[in-house]
């Protein structure tokens, strides 16, 4: 990597990670007109320090980078899991030697820089990091996998509603704070059932900031070029024109609820995506035929009605009639 010094890079990581603060929204706070942020008492428990791992400590607590241990592939990383020397389960994400190209290394450091400083439940906290033989990222393992694996399982049964509905009220928080609460807004451009990841508790974790960008507070939207991300979670102004802002992300969190509440992939075998087939649905007021019939019935119609309200209202195609995930939350 000739744009950065591993020394420069090693002191970046020896400094202790400080605790932003979270937004505690009350249960009836609407609209984006209230913006304050109230008062609270800070996660004592999630102050980790960054760490600059060993090679060595990787390879040992991933058996060699085993195939046994493949977890996770994607575009230009791996990500496995492991078991340090006292115990900690970890995951690995690590650059893929056919994608050590510059453009993705600077990807791949941009993720550090973006996560490094977020603190939050409902994000995945990273450890650290391994720049000997490679680029690696240290997370703590979610031991129950993403969303996407467990919902789209047919060998497994189904989620039940309630946490389904767990699911998709701590994602919503957690965008909330990445668009309002973060010291930098982070606008993640890659919401999906795959990158939302679960605790043992199914506490969702939003996880993969490869693609995230910082919007500097005086910035009402950011303009991108190459386009990136997953067909069926596009924006259409982002596929269109390359605009992103958080509106983006909140296109890509209706499809997600829509494929929480549905059970159904974002894009079907006939190639057709979740939201254009869910949106007949909701202007006919038809939202049972939503559900997924794997439930059974077994669902709170309350709840049903609201998510598909806010579901509806966020997969609008003109990102000035979606609303802020202030007003999702």
């Not at 009350?26 to 320090?49: C, D, V």
């Not at 970890?90 to 650059?95: E, P, S």
Request: aromatic share 10%; proline share 5%.
């Amino acid at each position: 990597m000739r744009y950065i010094r591993s020394n420069s890079f090693k002191r970046f990581f020896s400094f202790r990670r400080r605790s932003s603060r979270e937004q505690i929204l009350s249960p009836n706070s609407k609209g984006e007109g209230n913006n304050e942020i109230l008062p609270h008492e800070e996660e004592p428990s999630r102050r980790p320090s960054w760490k600059c791992f060993s090679y060595e400590e990787l390879f040992d607590a991933t058996n060699g980078f085993s195939s046994e241990n493949l977890v996770g592939k994607g575009g230009y990383a791996e990500v496995y899991k492991g078991t340090m020397n006292g115990g900690e389960e970890i995951a690995v994400k690590r650059l893929t030697r056919t994608s050590r190209d510059e453009r993705k290394e600077k990807e791949f450091l941009t993720e550090i820089g973006t996560i490094g400083h977020v603190n939050h439940s409902n994000v995945l906290p990273l450890l650290g990091c391994c720049i000997d033989n490679g680029l690696y990222l240290v997370f703590e393992l979610s031991s129950r996998g993403s969303v996407a694996s467990l919902i789209h399982d047919e060998k497994l049964p189904p989620l039940d509603w309630k946490t389904r509905h767990k699911i998709a009220i701590g994602t919503a928080r957690g965008l909330h704070y990445l668009h309002k609460d973060c010291k930098r807004r982070i606008i993640h451009r890659d919401i999906k059932s795959s990158n939302i990841l679960l605790t043992k508790d199914f506490e969702p974790q939003i996880s993969d900031f490869g693609l995230a960008k910082w919007l500097p507070s005086q910035w009402t939207h950011h303009s991108i070029g190459p386009i990136e991300g997953t067909f069926g979670h596009l924006a259409p102004e982002y596929y269109l024109h390359g605009v992103v802002d958080e509106k983006t992300d909140v296109f890509a969190f209706g499809v997600f609820m829509l494929e929480v509440i549905s059970g159904r992939k974002p894009v079907d075998g006939s190639h057709q995506s979740l939201h254009s087939w869910a949106k007949p649905i909701l202007n006919k007021g038809e939202i049972e035929e939503l559900v997924d019939p794997r439930l059974e019935g077994a669902y709170d119609v309350t709840q049903l009605k609201r998510f598909a309200f806010a579901a509806s209202l966020c997969i609008r195609a003109s990102s000035t009639w979606r609303p802020t995930m202030s007003e999702v939350n």
